[in-house]
């Protein structure tokens, strides 16, 4: 069983920035389509970013220019940088990860946790 888990949530101000980071927990395979979706209250899980496993970047509309999705594969860590932060963008965000680059199409395998990001205004 796959563990991811995520780093770097917390309570920034409005225009502030945040960086998370998500790892899996123990020494695995190579992962290769990895994401980050995010949760309000009272709203659907979304796709925020999404990356191939040859860097190809895919962005939800309302997050593209503000957050940058990036990876290290070596270590299996996906990162997302978070600036120019809203209120609107108060969610819990969960890391998703697989084994192939099909995942962004097909769904995602492995989950984390999540960590809760709290923009207030």
């Known amino acids: 069983q796959v563990q991811l888990v995520e780093s770097g949530g917390g309570l920034v101000q409005a225009g502030g920035s945040l960086r998370l980071s998500c790892a899996p927990s123990g020494s695995i395979f190579r992962l290769a389509a990895m994401a980050w979706y995010r949760q309000a209250p009272g709203k659907q899980r979304e796709l925020v970013a999404s990356?191939?496993?040859?860097?190809?970047?895919n962005y939800s509309g309302s997050m593209k220019g503000r957050f940058t999705i990036s990876r290290d594969i070596a270590k299996n860590t996906v990162y997302l940088q978070m600036n120019s932060l809203k209120p609107e963008d108060t969610a819990v965000y969960y890391c998703?990860?697989?084994?192939?680059?099909?995942?962004?199409?097909?769904?995602?395998?492995?989950w984390g946790q999540g960590t809760q990001v709290t923009v207030s205004s």
């Open positions: 990356i191939t496993s040859i860097g190809r970047t």
């Open positions: 998703a990860a697989s084994r192939m680059d099909i995942a962004i199409i097909r769904g995602f395998d492995y």
